[in-house]
């Protein structure tokens, strides 16, 4: 099974400034064949459910404003706010979908 | 635009049994993937399971161990939950949820609101 882990668990970023996540899996998520890299990027604010930000690793979701990317292959990954606003308080999973059982990080609490 | 409602949540004691169900609308059900995910209070995503657009296969996390069974009407638009000999551990809310293609090899692109389920004497 593929193990992912995020880092940090949690952060605190100042307006404006850019924040970091990394997520690591325990097995390559790339699929060789296509060229893709079967890992997404959720946003979940208090009482709220997930929402899809980035599907296969960078591609961002019609809709999910351009300071939000995704980048990294194989097993190393990264989700960058480029310019924090105070709506991006939430946390934050990535999530591979290349093998069963799927599987999420932890998460990573993301405050100002 | 695409819905997601669950129902069927509740207090159950240890040991008894629970279906749950999720009403689709907004896209045709029948053409995606459909998993489920639950969230223990205060702790992260956990993926339960996932079934095929036409219920042919379906894939299970291991802590489900045989206790869960997933399964859908493409008639009616509804997935559901079986969910049994349940534990303490299963007090989550759990999450219907849309993957972007007919399998499992897809992201997941629409979330329900979920329902809580507790678990307790």
């Known amino acids: 099974d593929i193990v992912m882990t995020q880092s940090p668990d949690s952060l605190a970023v100042s307006l404006g400034e850019r924040a970091t996540i990394n997520c690591k899996s325990s097995?390559?998520?790339?699929?060789?064949?296509?060229?893709?890299?079967?890992l997404a990027w959720y946003q979940q604010k208090p009482g709220q459910p997930p929402k899809l930000l980035i599907c296969?690793?960078?591609t961002r979701e019609s809709g999910v404003p351009d300071r939000f990317s995704g980048s990294g292959s194989g097993t190393d990954f990264t989700l960058t706010i480029s310019s924090l606003q105070a709506e991006d308080v939430a946390l934050y999973y990535c999530?591979?979908?290349?093998?069963?059982?799927?599987?999420f990080g932890q998460g990573t609490k993301l405050e100002i | 635009q695409v819905q997601l409602v669950e129902s069927g949540g509740g207090v159950v004691q240890p040991g008894r049994s629970l279906r749950l169900s999720c009403a689709a609308s907004?896209?045709?059900?029948?053409?995606?993937?459909m998993h489920w995910v639950r969230q223990a209070p205060g702790k992260g995503l956990e993926w339960v399971g996932v079934?095929?657009?036409?219920?042919?296969?379906?894939y299970y996390a291991d802590f489900v161990k045989g206790r869960f069974i997933i399964s859908r009407d493409n008639s009616k638009n509804k997935l559901y939950l079986q969910v049994n000999s349940l534990r303490a551990d299963d007090t989550a809310v759990y999450y219907c949820?849309?993957?972007?293609?007919?399998?499992?090899?897809?992201?997941?692109?629409?979330w329900g609101q979920g329902t809580l389920v507790t678990v307790s004497s």
């Open positions: 949820a849309k993957s972007r293609v007919r399998g499992v090899a897809g992201p997941i692109d629409y």
């Open positions: 097995q390559n998520v790339l699929n060789s064949s296509n060229n893709k890299n079967y």
């Open positions: 079934l095929w657009y036409d219920g042919t296969n379906k």
């Open positions: 296969w690793a960078s």
């Open positions: 999530h591979q979908y290349y093998s069963t059982p799927h599987s």
């Open positions: 907004g896209f045709t059900f029948s053409n995606y993937g």
